[in-house]
DNA sequence: CGTAACCTTGATTAAGATCAATTCTCGTGG
DNA sequence: CCACGAGAATTGATCTTAATCAAGGTTACG
């Protein structure tokens, strides 16, 4: 792996490049296969990582069973720095275990872990780093926010309707009929919308029955993108 | 007000007297009353806030008129940081709006505003303070986090319960029997726990049956709180 | 006091979860 | 290349939870 990725990741885009070289030292590569444990919630916190390729979840799982999807990790994002960076400032303990659960979604998916020793070290010596951080934990922070506000104010159908207008923003095409492919299970949606697959399958069939959407595998339609934003939403 | 409220906020705990001096110079104070807006999610952003008195609760409208609150702000607590720390990178817009609305919940609440440009200039040049914002956020991160798992992998007893036990923590008393006041009416804590006010009554009544708890107007009495944590945690 | 906001209680309804049964899809080994 | 089996997806029937609707009761405060 070469520095370009480094500069991929959002956390540490903009970065000079003595930055990077000294990031490109501590940091660890690895090439995982799907369905491969990167953490559970139980194990001591090493440091944090960030998805290069592929595709990983972190993950939650409740006292009989359930599996609720937090995050859904795409490439250049980090995830599990939180433990790392608000114990930054203290003396770093080894008693931290990972705050969730992390399983990788597709094969090949390539990560970089960054031991929190190290990393932590780097960030106290380096401002611009520090400021990068602050600006990506932030952002964070809102996708949160947004993902509370969507789960305790929106119905099902409008999370759906919610989630395939999100993804058609990121591959517009003509303005009122597209396709979005799906980059997960539909078991897997189902729980990072809050809810089951059979709900899913149901409000995904109701779509269809109006016209909406219609679904052949993990490729969606979108018919009418204005009705499935005035109707659900 | 003096510089001793600055130390307490807990984004700035541990900074060296120069940035409180810096932090004193650019900061308002406000007191407020009980009803009180202090912003809505579509006026443009000017800064961030801290509490050094009262409650402050941090909330957002759906469609239809229904209010979900996302935090309750106490003493020392800030809010509203996101849409600064996250820009302040890049050049400093005036087209930010606040993320939520923000309603004073007690009289003579007294807050302390943090004007966004200053505040940025501080902190590009300050890195114990950027360190600290990191550490800062990501407290903020770990519990939104938490609130997350909670009104999607608990059912409402579960997150009743969830929050007495969280409450009990603070004042903690003898070991199995001991009172806690709720600091916010009944319909903000429905509101908060992503239900209404009706199905909360009827909580505390169920619980109050079992012979856990017993309610009197904002005291709490919880009777048992082990069987609080085992049979509906 | 009197009025408004808050709280409680009951009856009803609706949304979505659960349970159960099939069908579909796809990767693997014969 | 086909057959098999496992996981994924769909569908239907039923049940549970919590929201809604409606009506009193209580509290707080001018």
Redesign the pocket.
């Known amino acids: 792996m070469d520095c370009t990725e480094l500069k991929n990741i959002y956390l540490f885009s903009g970065l000079n490049d003595n930055d990077y070289s000294k990031l490109m030292e501590i940091c660890k590569c690895k090439t995982l296969s799907k369905g491969d444990i990167i953490f559970f919630d139980t194990e001591p916190y090493a440091g944090f990582y960030a998805v290069i390729k592929g595709l990983v979840k972190i993950y939650k799982v409740s006292k009989d069973g359930?599996e609720h999807i937090l995050h859904l990790v795409y490439p250049y994002n980090t995830f599990a720095e939180v433990p790392l960076l608000e114990n930054a400032g203290k003396i770093f303990s080894k008693d931290f275990s990972y705050p969730a659960n992390a399983k990788v979604l597709e094969d090949d998916t390539e990560i970089l872990l960054m031991p929190a020793r190290q990393f932590v070290k780097l960030m106290q010596n380096d401002s611009s780093l520090c400021l990068k951080l602050v600006a990506g934990l932030s952002q964070r922070l809102r996708h949160l926010n947004k993902h509370i506000e969507d789960i305790t104010l929106k119905?099902?159908?409008g999370r759906v309707a919610n989630y395939i207008l999100n993804e058609c923003k990121h591959n517009k095409q003509s303005d009122n009929s597209l396709t979005i492919a799906l980059p997960i299970?539909?078991?897997d949606l189902a729980s990072y919308l809050?809810?089951?697959?059979?709900?899913?399958?149901?409000t995904?069939?109701k779509m269809h029955d109006d016209g909406v959407i219609s679904?052949n595998?993990k490729t969606i339609l979108v018919k009418n993108v204005n009705k499935l934003r005035v109707a659900y939403l």
Chains 1, 2 share one sequence.
């Open positions: 359930r119905d099902i159908t299970s539909k078991n809050g809810t089951i697959p059979e709900t899913l399958s149901r995904f069939k679904v595998g």
